[in-house]
């Protein structure tokens, strides 16, 4: 995982900093939605056995990646914020 350098001819430090942070702050929004609308059998049952699950497993991978792109952004802004 590439971290960015903070140096003069760079973005400052707080605005790296603040920016990372937002993201995944924004992120971790995303993912409190998402969650608040997982998938319910009530949606599926027409399609026959296993669209529920198949639904699910769907739901979980896409928790999954949004979890693992928000913990990468937390470990950058935190790699920026004891950046020297």
Known sequence: MMIPTIHL?????????????DAAN???AAMDV????????RDYYP?????FAKASDEHRARVLALDA???????????ISEAG
């Open 9 to 21: 001819n760079g973005s400052s430090r707080e605005r790296l900093l603040q920016g990372y942070c």
């Open 47 to 51: 399609q026959g056995d296993g669209a």
């Open 69 to 79: 792109v928000q913990a990468e952004l937390a470990r950058i802004a935190l790699a």
């Open 26 to 28: 924004a992120i971790r």
């Open 34 to 41: 998402l969650q608040e609308h997982s998938p319910h059998g």
